[in-house]
């Protein structure tokens, strides 16, 4: 056993607990649990935080259970939102949490000997409860009065969309759960993000209220950028644990592109590395800034343990092909997908493979047949000083021919103008 509350803190990760929870876990191996709800099919770095949390909480000697909101899913939970979710089928919920097991999979050990990670279905103690039943044997316990006193709930009474029925009654089911894993697997302890501190301390009341019942709730601090933006966004939207939704190049790019202050704070968050490892790390960096130490181990680490080692192969070998010198050879292997996934964001344009196998100077198919340059005139000055690449080689001269031999896969030219632009031809 070790001090699970310790290594929250330690990593800038812990926000709230209720008194004695330090002291009940360090007496011996406790059952806690953390939920999720199947809002998609997959989980995104949004997560990550309670995931980590899970993996610490079960490295410490305790038992974690991992709850998927079948059940509640279908509902959606009000806290930090300003507007009503869309409300899911029954497929659809069922659809998201075969792939929330898959990936949650990955991350906890199911297997462990006595404290092997569990993952549960609030949908298993909801489908066959009735309203009259619910209410009378569990909304009798929590007044109206102590619902509305959340913060969660006084937002949105105050704001223009208001609160529907369905959503006021989230947090009176998510106390269930807790009740429900409380009475029937012996979880003391809830966890969550500082959203959820509401919700999970309504648990702890419909614990003490109904049965006399102890329970415990840790919270830890909602991730935010330094620059203000959303944790976990992108111009291209959510990065997901996907990897049919976000390539293990891109994903492995959002970390490598954090700032140096997000990043010194999410190495500790998203990593398993220990305190002096993690010092070492952050005295290196900070003696070469350049090198991006930091960014490099914090991508490295999280893209293998969401992915692969190949995966994170794969993402350094696209990375050193589009900003180092990677080869040809690596380009080879790539589906078209793959191609595509690589240069979205870059500029891409349509050329004829007809008109290439006939033969185009570099000049006209970079001017005239695409929009890498405005005007043949700046092409063939910018050839002539050496600073266009076609498929990782240097042009030599505007005259210079090219056919269908040069296309990529049969299908593609890659552009380089300078350093860092790049273009992506492709044949029809």
Sequence with gaps: MTNFVEELRWRGMLQDMMPGTEEKLNEGMTAGYIGFDPTADSLHVGHLTQIMTLIHFQRAGHKPYALVGGATGMVGDPSGKSAERNLQTEDMVEHNLAGMKRQLSRFLKFEAAGNGAVMINNADWFKDMGLFDFIRDIGKHITVNYMMAKDSVKRRLEGDSGLSFTEFCYQLIQGYDFYYLWKHHNCLVQMGGSDQWGNIVTGTELIRRKDAGTAYAITTHLIKKADGTKFGKTESGAVWLDAEKTSPYKFYQFWL????????????IFTLKTKEEIETLENEHNAAPHLRILQKALAEDITIRTHSEEALETALKTSDFLFGNGSLEFFKTLSVAQVFEIFEGIPQFAISKDELEQGIDAATLLAEKSSVFASKGEAKKLIQGGGVSINKEKLKDPTD?????DLLNGQFIVV?????NYYLLTAN
């Design 416 to 420: 380089q103008k300078g350093k860092k």
């Design 257 to 268: 592109n954090a700032s140096d202050d997000d990043t010194k704070k999410w190495i500790r």
């Design 401 to 405: 021919q090219l056919s269908a031999t």
